[in-house]
C-alpha cells in the first residue's frame, strides 16, 4: 500500500539550475499539496490543487510552479534554484473537498533538496 | 486568516509521567484541528483530529488531545510517555472555508528514561 510517494529522496543542484519533483497518489484522492519544511519554520504550504486540473497558491509559492499532470500525479519544478529553496519538500493528499474540511492529509516520505 | 501557534520550542518528560504540547488557533468559521508526528527523516503521520462533537478526541499510540473553543486550544495529551514518544509533534487547522492545512512551527518532545 504505498499511499504517497515522492521522487527523488535526495538531491543536490547547483543555483540557476532546474528540476521536477515527482509526486504520486494511489488513494483516489481528489486534493494534493506541496509543503516545504525549514527548520524553526513548521511546514508552509507552496501550491495545492483541490481537484484535477486546478491549482492554487499557497503561502509560499513564490519560485515555484506546479503541474497537476492528472488525478494521480502533482508535480512541483523549481525553474532556476536558488539556495533559499535548499529544504525539505512533502507532498501531500486528501480526499478533501471544500465541503469537507475534515478529510485527513496524508504525507510521503519528503524530498532533501540543496541548493549551492 | 488562519494560524497556529505553538508556544513551545521543546518540551521535556521523564518517561512514565504525564505530557502535554500545547497548541492554540485562530481561524474563521468552525476549525477543524489535526496532530500529526514526525520522526527524524520522514515524512508526518497523522496521529488525530477534532471535526465536530465530544471534545476529547482520542487518537493512535496512546495520545489525545482536548478542544477547547473559548481558549482557541487544541492541546495534545499522553498520561504516561514512552522513550519511543520522542520526536517533533505537528498541530494544524483548516478553517470551514478552505482546503488549506495550515501548521504550527512545531514542538519538540523528548521523553528521558
Known amino acids: 500500500n504505498a499511499g504517497v510517494t515522492q521522487t527523488p529522496k535526495f538531491q543536490v543542484l547547483k543555483t540557476g539550475q532546474s528540476m521536477t519533483l515527482q509526486c504520486a497518489q494511489d488513494?483516489?484522492?481528489?486534493?494534493m499539496y506541496w509543503y516545504r519544511q525549514d527548520p524553526g519554520m513548521g511546514l508552509r504550504l507552496i501550491y495545492y490543487?483541490?481537484?484535477?486540473?486546478?491549482?492554487d497558491k499557497g503561502e509560499v509559492p513564490n519560485g515555484y510552479n506546479v503541474s497537476r499532470l492528472n488525478k494521480r500525479e502533482f508535480s512541483l519544478r523549481l525553474e532556476s534554484a536558488a539556495p533559499s529553496q535548499t529544504s525539505v519538500y512533502f507532498c501531500?493528499?486528501?480526499?478533501?473537498?471544500?465541503?469537507?474540511?475534515?478529510?485527513?492529509?496524508?504525507f510521503g516520505e519528503g524530498s532533501w533538496l540543496t541548493v549551492v | 486568516a488562519q494560524s497556529v501557534a505553538q508556544p513551545e520550542d521543546q518540551v521535556n518528560v521523564a518517561e512514565g509521567n504525564p505530557l502535554t504540547v500545547k497548541c492554540t488557533y485562530s481561524?474563521?468559521?468552525?476549525?477543524?484541528l489535526f496532530w500529526y508526528v514526525q520522526y527524524p527523516n520522514r515524512g508526518l503521520q497523522f496521529l488525530l483530529k477534532?471535526?465536530?462533537?465530544?471534545?476529547l478526541v482520542k487518537g493512535s499510540y496512546g495520545f489525545e488531545a482536548e478542544f477547547n473553543k473559548s481558549q482557541t486550544s487544541f492541546h495534545l495529551k499522553k498520561p504516561s510517555a514512552l522513550v519511543s514518544d520522542s520526536a517533533l509533534y505537528f498541530c494544524?487547522?483548516?478553517?470551514?472555508?478552505?482546503?488549506?492545512?495550515?501548521f504550527g512551527t512545531g514542538t519538540r518532545l523528548q521523553v528521558f528514561p
Open positions: 488513494m483516489n484522492h481528489n486534493s
Open positions: 490543487s483541490a481537484s484535477e486540473g486546478t491549482t
Open positions: 494544524a487547522v483548516r478553517g470551514g472555508d478552505t482546503d488549506k492545512l495550515i
Open positions: 477534532y471535526i465536530t462533537g465530544d471534545n
Open positions: 481561524v474563521s468559521g468552525n476549525p477543524y
Open positions: 501531500a493528499s486528501s480526499v478533501a473537498t471544500v465541503t469537507d474540511s475534515g478529510n485527513t492529509i496524508y
